[in-house]
């Protein structure tokens, strides 16, 4: 996903909200409940004389530090995002095991 307009922090919320979405407990057909996990990566393109591919690769490499941390997981790659983060702890969105 890429936000044309906005602040860290609007790429903090947008994140949560996906994150939130996709917990959600999808029940199929046949009573069979289908649980969804999602680690997320945001990079920023504010940085003079970086590319897209750039950006893309930083996004990518932020979702794999997620991926690695936990599940339902937003990580960010970026001084000026890191820096507008409140903390790591606050970007976790609680998993289904601990409520």
Same mark, same amino acid.
């Given at each position: ?29 046949? =009573?069979? *409940? ?13 940085? *003079? =004389? ?50």
């Amino acid at each position: 996903m890429l936000l044309t307009d906005g602040t860290a922090a609007d790429a903090r919320t947008v994140a949560q909200s996906l994150i939130e979405c996709l917990r959600q407990t999808i029940l199929t057909d046949t =009573g069979v *409940a289908i649980f969804a996990t999602v680690s997320i990566g945001v990079a920023s393109f504010d940085e *003079a =004389g970086r590319s897209a591919a750039e950006m893309l690769k930083d996004a990518d490499g932020a979702m794999y530090e997620a991926k690695q941390t936990r599940d339902n997981w937003v990580e960010f790659r970026a001084r000026d995002l890191i820096d507008s983060a409140e903390s790591p702890s606050a970007l976790k969105i609680a998993d289904r095991a601990s409520g």
